[in-house]
């Protein structure tokens, strides 16, 4: 393979709402079916609770409330996808709900464009790029972008709170 060949990378698509979106499978350490979430009180709209992973709390998320659009609606597709974020040079785990999984989609570097830069509903810095894949386009999101430090250490706080219910 000569050096200045496209890389192939591997993204996982999923829908939230009537959207396709993608992130870079790296990320990604698990898909779960649903699953009970204990609430934590006082969390954030968008922490939906905390889940058991192995012996670990997990907090999940509504990916939807985090992208400002209608909370999710559960349905035998709803899937939470566990997230290995790197804040800050900090691990951090997530769980995050969304509406469906759909596919890993082998993507060249070359085959992702820039993100438009009108205005959007969905925060410019979330998304790393688009690609069109079969007369769509499906948005690449950064989901390191998505979280701030800050955010998540909300959510350990809360988490930690609840350790001893879950």
Excluded: W
């Amino acid at each position: 393979m000569e050096e200045n060949e496209l890389r192939i990378n591997s993204y996982l698509s999923f829908k939230l709402g009537d959207e396709e979106f993608a992130l870079h499978v790296d990320k990604v350490l698990n898909i779960l079916e649903m699953t009970s979430i204990t609430e934590v009180p006082k969390a954030p709209d968008y922490m939906k609770g905390v889940i058991n992973l192995r012996g670990t709390v997990l907090p999940v998320v509504d990916t939807r409330l985090k992208f400002g659009l209608t909370e999710t609606v559960y349905t035998d597709k709803t899937c939470i996808i566990v997230l290995e974020l790197n804040l800050e040079n900090q691990k951090v785990f997530v769980g995050s709900l969304v509406d469906e999984v759909l596919s890993v989609l082998e993507i060249e570097s070359g085959g992702i464009q820039d993100p438009p830069s009108i205005g959007s509903k969905y925060r410019a810095e979330f998304i790393n790029g688009m690609v069109k894949v079969d007369e769509k386009f499906i948005m690449i999101l950064d989901m390191e972008m998505v979280f701030t430090l800050d955010e998540l250490n909300v959510l350990k706080d809360k988490m930690s709170q609840k350790k001893e219910v879950v």
